[in-house]
T-cell receptor, first 111, second 112 residues
Framework: DAGITQSPRHKVTETGTPVTLRCHQT?????MYWYRQDPGHGLRLIHY???????DKGEVSDGYSVSRSKTEDFLLTLESATSSQTSVYFC??????????FGPGTRLTVL | QQPVQSPQAVILREGEDAVINCSSSKALYSVHWYRQKHGEAPVFLMI?????EQKGHEKISASFNEKKQQSSLYLTASQLSYSGTYFCGTDPSGGSNYKLTFGKGTLLTVNP
């Protein structure tokens, strides 16, 4: 079974502080994605990766950066968190049948 | 551009049927359907590829009309466990990065 962990699961931070969210997979899948989910907006793609050190922007990438130095880890960084980045963040991997498998999510609150 | 889902919400009694629609302004290569229960991650239901095929998963099935750029999810004889928010995700290109654009979701509530 595909396995994804996200850390931390919950975080409260203050405006202006940097925040890094981690997504870890156990099965060597090439494609990984970061989404944010907000009421009334559904899931929106922030960034995605198609291999180690290969990343690209999604539809809501402003204020976010990503890195992937190892196949298993995909990091999402908020350089200077703002209240508008309060959200639930989901990481996903693409499985062999093209479906996406989602991690448990990280609830981030920016005060 | 985000696909449009309708209805936004629907309330059923156990055993009733429902249809959830997903429309895109772009030509589509594939449509994915996911269900999310409150406080949990979205879970994959099925994928439909260009070609108008219909798929089924127990009492949940879906169709894809590529000419109309629409997909519909059919829930038959609904069960309490079907409650949740349903999302469609669309892929216009079938490109190798497999990016999906999700609709805003349809909240389905099944009551006893």
């Amino acid at each position: 079974d595909a396995g994804i962990t996200q850390s931390p699961r919950h975080k409260v931070t203050e405006t202006g502080t940097p925040v890094t969210l981690r997504c870890h997979q156990t099965e060597n899948h090439r494609y990984m994605y970061w989404y944010r989910q907000d009421p009334g907006h559904g899931l929106r793609l922030i960034h995605y990766s198609y291999g180690v050190k290969d990343t690209d922007k999604g539809e809501v990438s402003d204020g976010y950066s990503v890195s992937r130095s190892k196949t298993e880890d995909f990091l999402l960084t908020l350089e200077s968190a703002t209240s508008s980045q309060t959200s639930v963040y989901f990481c996903a991997i693409r499985l062999a049948g093209n479906e996406q498998f989602f991690g448990p999510g990280t609830r981030l609150t920016v005060l | 551009q985000q696909p449009v889902q309708s209805p936004q919400a629907v309330i059923l009694r156990e055993g009733e049927d429902a249809v959830i629609n997903c429309s895109s302004s772009k030509a589509l290569y594939s449509v994915h359907w996911y269900r999310q229960k409150h406080g949990e991650a979205p879970v994959f239901l099925m994928i439909l590829l260009k070609g108008g095929e219909q798929k089924g998963h127990e009492k949940i099935s879906a169709s894809f009309n590529e000419k109309k750029q629409q997909s519909s999810l059919y829930l038959t004889a609904s069960q309490l466990s079907y409650s949740g928010t349903y999302f469609c995700g669309t892929d216009p290109s079938g490109g190798s990065n497999y990016k999906l654009t999700f609709g805003k979701g349809t909240l389905l509530t099944v009551n006893p």
